[in-house]
């Protein structure tokens, strides 16, 4: 597929990785309703799509909150994508990654227990030790500021060795990001369907974006796959 063509090469320029943010909305911006169930918006086409990216990243991230409300595994799933990582010298996983302000992440979730490989949970300073008494060795723990600094964090995940890191949510992380101007790629993938709801969670919060009509995205790639419609913009202004 190519997914490097359009690449700002943030690592050359800034020493932290290149960042792609991936989410699948309603075609009124919301990527859940207020069900309690898990929304699907997605296709199995799709679906199969993003688990190609996924086998592409070297971290995948989420916020805490998608750990409690959708206890997601973060796993590529293709045997052959798994296998393919393998024969390159990486995990058939990418590492899995969070952040929590609170540090209620359950020691049963999926994030913590489903596959093998290298999982890190970053956490003001002030609430370590918290996430450390409730997780124990689960996964590595690491403060990043207080009040939590998302510059520090993508530092800290290029250090290790991260290059590519692959955001998926949910909408607080969505906002933070972009309106940090820390995004070199968006991948939004928009379902044939409306939610409604003045509740349900939206693809990103209130908020001060760079992204703004006087900076305009650049749009390098749009999809249909089924009947979603996969949209590639490129927020850095220097390409």
């Known amino acids: 597929m190519g997914f490097d063509r ?13 960042v792609l943010l991936s989410a699948a909305v ?5 990527i859940d309703d207020v069900s309690g169930e898990r929304l699907i918006l997605s296709n199995d086409a799709d679906l199969d799509r993003v688990d190609e990216v996924r086998a592409s ?6 916020g805490a909150n998608t750990i409690r409300c959708d206890d997601p595994r973060l796993l590529v799933r293709s045997d052959a994508r798994r296998a393919a990582r393998v024969a390159t010298g990486r995990p058939p996983s990418p590492v899995k990654v969070t952040l929590t302000r ?4 359950a020691p049963d ?11 890190i949970v970053y956490a003001p300073a002030s609430a370590v030790s918290d ?3 409730r997780i124990r060795d689960a ?3 690491v403060g990043v500021g207080d009040p939590l600094d998302i510059e520090t964090l993508l ?11 692959m955001v998926e949510g949910g909408s607080e992380v969505h906002t933070l990001f972009m309106a940090s101007g820390l995004v070199d790629e968006l991948h939004v993938v928009f379902a044939p369907f409306l939610v409604g709801q003045p509740g349900a969670p939206r693809f990103v919060n209130a908020a001060e974006f760079p992204q703004g009509p006087t900076h305009r995205m650049r749009l390098v790639e749009t999809r249909p796959i089924g009947d979603v419609v996969l949209l590639r913009y490129l927020p850095c202004s220097d390409t």
């Open 6 to 18: 359009y690449l700002c090469s943030p690592e050359v320029m800034t020493g932290r990785p290149h």
């Open 26 to 30: 309603s075609l009124d911006g919301c």
């Open 57 to 62: 990243v070297d971290a995948i991230l989420v």
């Open 102 to 105: 609170t540090g209620k992440i």
């Open 109 to 119: 979730s999926r994030f913590l227990t489903a596959g093998e490989g290298e999982r």
């Open 131 to 133: 996430v450390r008494d």
């Open 139 to 141: 996964a590595t723990v």
């Open 155 to 165: 530092a800290d995940l290029r250090r290790r060795g991260v290059r590519r890191l």
